[in-house]
């Protein structure tokens, strides 16, 4: 009888336990999310390929961010293949950040002293420590809401405990062709602004360089058009003349 009672005893501690670590690691997401098939999660994690990172990377663009409400910054360039989660002070210090591989849009934000990474593509969630261990991995779902949370994520302005933040350009016209932010600004209640990161020479050279491409597409196609229209006259005009002739 004593052992049985020890056996129960010790399999309700181990439930206890297991509950409490799991909801530990429990993710705090906007997102509706579920498991991930067992015979899919490993050979997932295996592809997620994130690297903790201790120096400031360089960095083009500012495509999300997030702020928690002990005033850390995470902020995401996220429009290269090789993209950055990074984590700054708010006087705009960097503290650590998160390195990854992937071809699609991603996403960041606080889940209190941790970091969920999005993965747009693949519709993947993903908790990370300060550390960079990965806690817990989980499938978004696809439905109405959670299409809208999507925007939520890529909100250019968001209050904190008074601050003001804002994701901005500062190019003139050619904020019209930026399809991120080069600038990272907060304001606080008293009025004081003061920018955090602002990458305005980077991305000032790297949308000259787009919209001369995109010019110069236009301007070839523009004379190919002319040139094809200016061939088809000739043609049917030689056409008539010969018809003429003829007759």
């Given amino acids: 009888m004593k052992i049985k009672k020890l056996l129960i005893f010790i399999l309700s501690i181990s439930i206890i336990f297991c509950i409490l670590s799991l909801n530990s690691f429990a993710m705090n997401t906007g997102f509706t999310v579920c498991d991930i098939e067992p015979e899919d999660e490993q050979n997932l994690i295996s592809n997620l390929d994130v690297t903790l990172i201790t120096e400031e990377p360089e960095k083009e663009y500012i495509t999300c961010f997030d702020v928690n409400d002990d005033g850390l910054i995470l902020l995401v360039d996220g429009i290269t293949e090789i993209k950055t989660v990074s984590v700054y002070t708010s006087d705009g210090t960097f503290k650590y950040g998160y390195e990854l591989s992937s ?16 993965y747009v593509r693949s519709d993947i969630a993903a908790l990370f420590d300060n550390t960079g ?10 439905t109405a809401e959670n299409n809208s949370y999507w925007y939520e994520l890529r909100a250019e302005e968001r209050t904190v405990n008074g601050n003001k933040y804002v994701m901005k350009n500062d190019m003139g016209v050619l904020n019209f ?6 600038q990272f600004v907060v304001t606080d209640a008293d009025g004081n602004t003061k920018i955090i990161l602002d990458l305005s020479k980077q991305m000032l050279a ?42």
């Fill in 103 to 118: 071809y699609g849009n991603c996403y960041a934000e606080w889940d209190g002293d941790n970091v969920i990474i999005y």
């Fill in 206 to 247: 790297g949308t000259i360089i787009v919209v001369t491409l995109v010019m110069a597409v236009f301007i070839c196609a523009i004379i190919i058009i002319i040139h094809f229209v200016k061939k088809s006259s000739q043609k049917r005009k030689a056409n008539e003349d010969r018809e003429s002739s003829v007759e």
């Fill in 133 to 142: 261990k990965l806690l817990e991995v989980k499938r978004i779902e696809n």
């Fill in 177 to 182: 062709f930026s399809t991120a932010y080069s």
